[in-house]
């Protein structure tokens, strides 16, 4: 159990790749935090992981904006103390012809799939550097 009591944050959790690596970390004995704009899909990611005696808890969050991000990030410390794992795993894909394509489609897929990992980090970076100083080099 490698990640046992470890707070792992999955965004993009709700299905696909994001449930399967939420359900390998809480294999591993993490408590997982299913992050994803579609809160039913969260909701039931985190409720199957339960139902298997799995520790997990969903998030509804939207992370296409540098606030969804912090607000993602504040919600999980202040509920669980502590993040121990961050997992960028959420990504969109706009599909269609390039001249069908809007510039909002540009715009969200860049947003969510380039930007929020930065603010991600950012945000979750205060925390993380507190877990280093518990385990030195």
Do not use: Y
């Amino acid at each position: 159990m490698r990640f046992n009591g470890k707070v792992v944050v999955g965004t993009g959790a709700a299905g696909g790749i994001g449930s399967a690596i939420a359900s390998r970390f809480a294999d591993e004995g993490a408590h997982v935090i299913v992050a994803d704009v579609n809160a039913a899909g969260a909701d039931s990611v985190a409720a199957a992981l339960v139902a298997q005696g799995k520790s997990a808890r969903a998030f509804a969050s939207d992370i296409g904006s540098r606030a969804g991000c912090v607000a993602l990030i504040d919600s999980v410390q202040g509920s669980e103390g502590r993040i121990d794992v961050l997992c960028n795993n959420a990504g969109i894909n706009r599909r269609g012809a390039l001249l069908t394509l809007t510039p909002e489609d540009w715009d969200v897929s860049f947003a969510v799939n380039l930007d929020a990992m930065f603010h991600l980090c950012q945000a979750a970076l205060p925390a993380l550097e507190e877990l280093r100083k518990e385990f030195p080099a």
